[in-house]
C-alpha cells in the first residue's frame, strides 16, 4: 500500500529489536552483576496502620555478610511526583501492610533476605481504613494527619487538611444545576474497581552507586530516568549533572515502573556502605505487595437528557483511591475530572474527583491513566440509560457523540486537528461485531451476546514536556538516532527510525537505534508515559532530521559549487533537485567534505531536534478551565461473549477495536498494541484485583492466586482496524495511540455480560461469583 510518495510511513516495518529479544541476547538489569557487587533486600511492615515503637536489628546484624541496616530514621522526609507525602522508608507510623520499615545491605541476596526477617519491629495499631468509601467519611481515621503541610511538586494538587482527601479537582463547565432541573429524564448509577497489580513480566530492579568524585550512578527498570535525577536533586540535594541514569529495555511496565520508588532505597543503601555499588531487586511477592500497584476506582454517574434523547447535563464523582501516599494517583485524578464525560457533548458539567488515602499499598499509574476504569462508568450507564429510554445503545451514543466544534469538559474547543472521528470508529465496529440490536440469543442454555463501548483520552503531559533527539551521521552515511524514549516492548524506537528514515528519504535498516537510555549522553525527555514518546520525541525527530538537512545541503552546496537551495537529499546523496545525476554521497561528506588538496570544510554530520509540547495551560481550581491536551485519541471496542447459565462460565469468542489515532506509522505494531492493550483489560475485567482482609493485607500477592487471563482464555478472533483524521501538529499527523487498546475493553465486557445474565454489572472484576451475587441480589430484591 503506497501512501503518496511515502517510503516507510504507513508500512509495518519489522521492528528493530526484534532478533535480539527473539534470540534471547537483549540483556535486562537483572541479569548485570558486578564485582564487589552488594546486595539490598527491603524489611516490610506487618501492619497496614500503626505507629513504630521500636525496630530491634540486633539479631540481623548477625547474620553473615550483612552490611547496614537503614530505617526511616536515616532520611525521615516525605517525597513524591506530585505532593511530597512518603518518607522512602517508614518513619514513626506505617501506613499499609508491605510499607519498607528498613534496608539490609548483605554480601549475597539470600544474607540481606534472612537478615530482613530477623528485624524485629513493635507496633502500636491505629485503626484502619480499608475502602474509599470509609476513607470519603467524616468520622474516617486519618491516615495522614499533617497533609496540610506537605510540599506540593506540582501546582495542581489540591490536598483537604483533616481528611482522607490527597486531591480534589473540580470540573464546572455551563449550568449544571439548571439544566437538570429541566431534563426529560435521568439516569444515576454507581460502580467500582479494586485495587490491582501491574503484573508485568520483569520485576522492579534498581542499583546505585556514589562515585568518590560525587557522581551518582543509577541503572533502573523506569519509564522516568529524567524523574529519577530530580527527584534525587529536590530530595537528596544532589547535583543534577551528578546524576546518571542508565535504563535498559524493560521487560514490561505499563504505567508501574514511571514511579520512582526503588531508586531512592538503593541510593540510602549506597550511602550507607561508603558509596559502593549496591543492587535492590523485587522478587515477585514483594513487587505485588510493597511496589505501587493500580489505583482503585469509585464512581458516580448521573445522568440528564431533553426531549430529542440528547445529554445536556452531567455529573461525575469520583472516589480514586490511592493507598498509603498519593503518588501519581494525584495526578490520575485530575485526568479522571478532565474527561469526565467521555467522548460525548454535554454542555453543563459538574464533577468532583477525589483523590483518596486508604490503608492499602500506594498506586501510581497504570496503562490508561484512569481511563479504563472512567470509560467503564460512563459506557455501563450509556447502555443503561439507552434500555430506560429504550433506545439502541450505539445509536443513542451517535446522538450525544462528540465533534469538531464541541468542546471538552475543560472548556477545550475541538476541531478536526485535536479530535479524531468518534461516530466513524463506531460505526465501523458497529459493521465489525455484527450488531443488529436485537436482544442475546440462547440455545442449550448457552446464551450469545455482544456489548460496546465509546472510548477516548487526551495525552495529559507536563505543559513543558518535551523530547530531545540526536541523530549523529556515520562514516559509512548510516545514522545513530539517540533519545531517551525507554523502550519496554511498545516498539517505539522502530517508530523513531522509520519517521528518520522516512524524513532523510533512507532506509530504515541505516538508521541504528541506541536502545540503552544514558541521561549523560541523552537528550532529556519528560517520560515515556502517557501515550506521548511518538507525538513529542517523533517531532523531536523530526526537527533533528530537518537540521541534518541542513547542514548535508550546506557541504553539498560547498562540494557541488552551487546554491544550498538548488539541493535535496534522498537515497544516500545530496543531489541538485533539477538534475538528479548530478550529486555527492552522504558518505563522502557525513564527516566533512575534504578537497582534493586535502583542506576540509564542515565536520561531523550531528542533528539536534528538540520538541516542547505547546499552547497547553493548567487547569483552574475552581472550574476546571484550561487546555490540559493537545489533542484527543478516540475509538470503540465491542466484545461478543457466551455465557453458560447452568456453570455461571463465559468465553470471549470475539474482540472488535477500531481507533482513530492519526496517521498510523506502523500498522503492524499498531495492531499488536491494540491486541495486547485489549487482552490487558480483558484481563483487569475478567479477573485482577487484590483480595484484603479487615486487616487490610492482600490475600492473592502471587501469580497463583493473583488471576490473570491464561493463554488459551483470550477471544477466539480479534479484528483491528483503524481510522486515519491526521492530527497536523503529529509528526506525519501521527496521535498517541499507546495506551487506547486497553480502555474500553473493560466496559465493552460488562455491557456484553449484563445483557447476557440479565444482571446490571457494575462492579470490578466480572467473575462467576459476582454475577451469581448480582444476580441473586436482583431476585430477593424482587
Known amino acids: 500500500m503506497q501512501f503518496g510518495n511515502r517510503t516507510t510511513v504507513g508500512f509495518a516495518e519489522q521492528r528493530i529489536d526484534v532478533i535480539e529479544k527473539s534470540t534471547g541476547n537483549v540483556k535486562y538489569l537483572a541479569d548485570t552483576f558486578s564485582s564487589g557487587m552488594l546486595h539490598a533486600k527491603v524489611a516490610t511492615s506487618t501492619e497496614a496502620h500503626a505507629r513504630i515503637k521500636s525496630i530491634d536489628t540486633s539479631e540481623a546484624w548477625k547474620v553473615p555478610g550483612v552490611q547496614a541496616i537503614v530505617t526511616g530514621e536515616t532520611y525521615p522526609f516525605p517525597i513524591g511526583p506530585i505532593l511530597a507525602d512518603r518518607p522512602p522508608i517508614a518513619f514513626e507510623k506505617v501506613r499499609y501492610f508491605g510499607e519498607p520499615i528498613a534496608v539490609v545491605v548483605a554480601d549475597h541476596p539470600y544474607q540481606a533476605k534472612q537478615a530482613a526477617a530477623k528485624i524485629i519491629v513493635e507496633y502500636e495499631s491505629l485503626p484502619i481504613v480499608n475502602s474509599v468509601e470509609q476513607a470519603f467519611q467524616n468520622d474516617a481515621p486519618l491516615i495522614h494527619e499533617q497533609s496540610g503541610q506537605y510540599t506540593k511538586i506540582i501546582d495542581n494538587v489540591y490536598p483537604v487538611p483533616g481528611t482522607n482527601i490527597a486531591s480534589h479537582i473540580k470540573i464546572r463547565k455551563g449550568e449544571f444545576g439548571k439544566a437538570w432541573a429541566t431534563c426529560k429524564d435521568t439516569f444515576s448509577a454507581t460502580y ?46 544532589i547535583d543534577v549533572g551528578k546524576i546518571i541514569v542508565h535504563i535498559p529495555m524493560l521487560g514490561g511496565a505499563f504505567g508501574g515502573k514511571g514511579a520512582v520508588q526503588l531508586e531512592p532505597l538503593a541510593y540510602l543503601a549506597s550511602s550507607a556502605v561508603g558509596g559502593k555499588l549496591v543492587k535492590l531487586q523485587f522478587e515477585r511477592e514483594e513487587d505485588m505487595m510493597t511496589a505501587p500497584c493500580h489505583i482503585g476506582f469509585n464512581a458516580t454517574v448521573k445522568l440528564g437528557v431533553n426531549e430529542e434523547g440528547k445529554l445536556i447535563a452531567g455529573q461525575y464523582t469520583f472516589l480514586i483511591e490511592a493507598g498509603a501516599y498519593s503518588d501519581q494517583a494525584a495526578g490520575i485524578t485530575r485526568a479522571a475530572a478532565l474527561d469526565c464525560t467521555g467522548p460525548y457533548h454535554i454542555p453543563n458539567v459538574w464533577c468532583d474527583s477525589y483523590c483518596m488515602y486508604t490503608n492499602h499499598p500506594y498506586a501510581t499509574s497504570f496503562r490508561g491513566y484512569g481511563h479504563p476504569e472512567l470509560t467503564f462508568a460512563i459506557e455501563r450507564t450509556m447502555d443503561r440509560f439507552a434500555e430506560k429510554l429504550k433506545m439502541d445503545p450505539i445509536e443513542f451514543r451517535l446522538l450525544n457523540v462528540i465533534k469538531p466544534g464541541h468542546t471538552t469538559p475543560t472548556q477545550s474547543v475541538l476541531n478536526a486537528n485535536n479530535i479524531g472521528d468518534a461516530a466513524k470508529c463506531m460505526k465501523r465496529v458497529k459493521e465489525l461485531i455484527g450488531w443488529d440490536g436485537k436482544q442475546p440469543v440462547g440455545e442449550d442454555g448457552v446464551v450469545r451476546a455482544k456489548g460496546v463501548a465509546l472510548f477516548w483520552k487526551t495525552s495529559t503531559t507536563s505543559t513543558n514536556a518535551q523530547a530531545g533527539v540526536l541523530l549523529k551521521f556515520e562514516a559509512d552515511g548510516t545514522v545513530n538516532l539517540s533519545c531517551a524514549a525507554v523502550e519496554l516492548g511498545q516498539g517505539t524506537k522502530t517508530i523513531l527510525a522509520q519517521l528518520a528514515a522516512e524524513r532523510l528519504k533512507m532506509n530504515v535498516s541505516d538508521i541504528h537505534v541506541t536502545m540503552e537510555v544514558n541521561t549523560q549522553y541523552t537528550p532529556h525527555q519528560w517520560r515515556t508515559v502517557a501515550s506521548s514518546t511518538t507525538f513529542l520525541a517523533g517531532n523531536a525527530v523530526l526537527a533533528a532530521a530537518d537540521d541534518a538537512i541542513r547542514q548535508l545541503k550546506r557541504i553539498g552546496a560547498v562540494a557541488l559549487q552551487c546554491s544550498e537551495e538548488d539541493l535535496d537529499v534522498g537515497n544516500g546523496r545530496v543531489y541538485v533537485k533539477a538534475k538528479p545525476d548530478f550529486g555527492i554521497t552522504i558518505k563522502t561528506i557525513a564527516l566533512g567534505y575534504k578537497y582534493p588538496n586535502g583542506h576540509t570544510v564542515g565536520g561531523q554530520i550531528i542533528g539536534v531536534g528538540v520538541h516542547v509540547q505547546r499552547h497547553l495551560t493548567p487547569m483552574d481550581k475552581d472550574t476546571g478551565f484550561g487546555d490540559p491536551g493537545p489533542w484527543w485519541s478516540v475509538g470503540a471496542q465491542a466484545v461478543e461473549i457466551e455465557w453458560d447459565e447452568s456453570k455461571y462460565t463465559y468465553k470471549i469468542v470475539k474482540a472488535v477495536t477500531v481507533m482513530d489515532g492519526g496517521t498510523i506509522i506502523n500498522p503492524m505494531t499498531a495492531t499488536q498494541q491494540m491486541r495486547g492493550g485489549i487482552f490487558l483489560g480483558l484481563s483487569i475485567a475478567s479477573g485482577e484485583s487484590f483480595e484484603f482482609n479487615d486487616q487490610g493485607v492482600i490475600q492473592n500477592p502471587d501469580l497463583r492466586t493473583y488471576q490473570l487471563m491464561r493463554f488459551g482464555e483470550q477471544p477466539g478472533e480479534y479484528i483491528v482496524e483503524f481510522i486515519e483524521t491526521p492530527a497536523k501538529d503529529g509528526p506525519y499527523g501521527a496521535r498517541g495511540i499507546g495506551e487506547y487498546g486497553v480502555i474500553g475493553a473493560a466496559a465493552a465486557l460488562a455491557n456484553s455480560l449484563s445483557l447476557a445474565t440479565n444482571a446490571e454489572l457494575t462492579q470490578l472484576p466480572l467473575t462467576p461469583e459476582l454475577i451469581w451475587r448480582t444476580r441473586r441480589a436482583t431476585n430477593d430484591s424482587v
Do not use: C, W, Y
Open 192 to 237: 467500582s474497581f479494586n485495587l490491582s497489580d501491574h503484573a508485568a513480566m520483569e520485576t522492579r530492579t534498581a542499583t546505585v552507586e556514589i562515585n568518590p568524585d560525587g557522581r551518582v550512578i543509577v541503572h533502573s527498570t523506569s519509564q522516568s530516568p529524567f524523574t529519577i535525577k530530580k527527584i534525587f536533586n529536590q530530595f537528596f540535594n
